[in-house]
């Protein structure tokens, strides 16, 4: 049988690079993968691997050498047959004498065994108390670490509740940023924003509104993210205390967390329009409801909605959407731009006046008499005596 260096296929003197060589070379020649459903090359790389992984370990390729010394000595000498039974016979004494040269259960064997279990406890005795010396630093120093802490959640409070709430929060967040583990700093933090929230609710109930709005901002710089709740509140107090601009800005906030949200657009829309007289900034609001309102009903009644969809089912709002859709730009002179806004108003709520009172107007201001007395005559119908006028001066 063929050994490991012939295997490989190199000398028995091939050093370690040799030996990688020609195992990288055998290996891809015969790998299985190579050769599939070939059992002869399946084993010839068995025995590749094995010859590698006994040739590439110092310490198995020693021994291996031995032996294979040892078999190559006897194999010169078998063709003498004394020879070999004489290797056999002292192989045999070698195993015998090591058999008998095991521990003998005399009274020096049980005195080392004495002396090692002596050594034993004592090693387990030092370990023992150097474990437990180890274990009273650390209590004590997590004892000490507590203490601290405690102290500093004091002063968290402390801050708190004699009004300092930035500084507060802003001491507590540095704790938290040091100590991430420690639950009790955000425990506190938590507790901070509970407060909070309770006493918004008690100032907004006794109508302090500038408290509240006050105290919401704390809330808004500090919850993360901002809850919702604490933003429609912002802005319902702004509004009410006629900070118009801060509650546009509130609401915007809004607005990223619920960008479906089509009421919000159009009561940003109509701040801008009735609280800020500025119409530019409405018409981009009412144009995004626009879109908004096209989607809706191209998702329910398909892409020819005009056509197929019952103006009554549509909620009112999308009237009120496209009515101060129509005053931005009527507004802004874009009256082609506002007579679309009617169109849509007067198809969507036939029996509101202000519509077609305000398509009126749009075409007399884009000089169209098409339709115009027809507009008029439905205004004063449904209410709006002020059109009498120009009935008498467009209607004779």
Known sequence: MANFYEILGIPQSADSSEIRAAYKKLAFQFHPDLHPNDPLAEERFKQINEAYHTLSDPVKKSRYDARLNAYTVVTESSYDEQAWRAYRHRQYMRWKAAQESRYKFDRNYFKIQGLAFLVFLIIAGFCYGLIHTITYFQEKQMAEQLRKNMEQVERVHTLF?????DEAFKHVLVLMQQDPLEYRFTLAYDSMLQTLRYRVKQQYAANDLAAS???LRFLQRYENPTRFETLRMKA?????????DSTLATLEHIRKMQPWNFELVYQMGIISLDNLNKPEKAIGYFTEGKRMFKESMSRIYGEAFEVVMIP?????????LFEARARSNMMLNNFEEALTDCNWAVFLRPQQAEAWK????CRIALGRTYRLCEDLKMARKLGKREVVDLQRKFCR
């Open 161 to 165: 509740a004699t009004g300092h709430i």
């Open 213 to 215: 709005v006050t105290t």
């Open 236 to 244: 319902i107090c702004e509004y009410q205390m006629e900070q118009y």
């Open 312 to 320: 009554a089912d549509v909620p009112e709002i999308y009237y009120h």
């Open 358 to 361: 305000m398509r009126a107007m």
